[in-house]
């Protein structure tokens, strides 16, 4: 992930921001994904449902019955994506 000289990168396994401490992906790790992949939004999509998936399997491992719940971790990770990309190309 390209986030310049401040990485918004998650700490793993607690996926808080390394820089802010915020829940991961935190607003500026979601404005430089959004940068990484703009116009890519189905990569975009992939990628985020991959750390989902990570952060479902730790997070559970780290605390099984205080991990956040399936409905929101899929909120904080992939729900606050665009889902539409622009038309393509003809
Ligand atoms: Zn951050």
Do not use: K
Request: charged share 15%.
């Amino acid at each position: 992930m390209s986030t310049g000289t401040c990485p918004h990168a998650p700490m793993r396994p607690l996926w808080i921001c390394e820089r802010c401490a915020h829940p991961w992906p935190c607003a500026e790790a979601r404005l430089a994904l959004m940068a990484e992949y703009a116009g890519d939004r189905i990569g975009l999509s992939v990628y985020l449902c991959g750390q989902l998936y990570d952060a479902a399997v730790e997070l559970h491992r780290l605390n099984p019955d205080g991990a956040p719940s399936p409905q929101v971790l899929f909120a904080r990770f992939v729900g606050w994506a665009p889902l539409h990309s622009p038309p393509l190309p003809n």
